[in-house]
Each structure stands twice: as C-alpha cells, then as structure tokens.
C-alpha cells in the first residue's frame, strides 16, 4: 500500500464515520489562521527589518535584505 492509499483509505473512514466533513472545516479554520502572521511573527520580521538583516526569500530563493529595492541583487545564499 502506498502514501496516497493510505490517505484514501483515511478519507474513506472518515466519511464513513460521517467525520469527514468535519475534518474539512477544522482543516480550513486553520488553514485561515496560519495565512495571517501573528503578531509576534509581525515584531520578529520588524526587528530583523531595523537591524538590517534578511526579512525574507524572493521568488528565486534569494535571501532578501531590509531595504532592498528592485533594483538591488538580493543577498546570495550563504551555502553559495
């Protein structure tokens, strides 16, 4: 048995045990919580930004440093 037959076979239970749905809806209420940065997510990116450091990847995987424009080359990966 495989990895998307077991998840089937999960499935299968819970829709059974009329669950299922049930699972959906806790599934999307968190789902909904974790798309929204919490507020010590919001002051460790804020600190980060006032010290300069990185705030995050761009779309490539590049470490993006606080301030960079567009038109600056973001900082290269440490391991490069």
């Known amino acids: 048995m495989n990895e998307d037959d ?3 076979k999960s499935m299968d239970e819970l829709t059974e045990q009329g ?3 049930n699972f ?3 599934l999307d209420a968190l789902t909904d919580k974790l798309s929204v940065p919490g ?3 919001e002051a ?3 600190e980060r930004q006032r010290e300069g450091l990185g705030v995050g990847l761009d779309d490539d995987g590049n470490l993006v440093k ?6 600056q080359k973001p900082a290269a990966h440490e391991d490069e």
């Open 6 to 8: 077991d998840v089937q």
């Open 19 to 21: 669950n299922f749905s």
């Open 24 to 26: 959906v809806k806790q």
């Open 39 to 41: 507020p010590n997510e």
């Open 44 to 46: 460790f990116f804020e």
């Open 66 to 71: 606080a301030g960079a424009g567009a038109d």
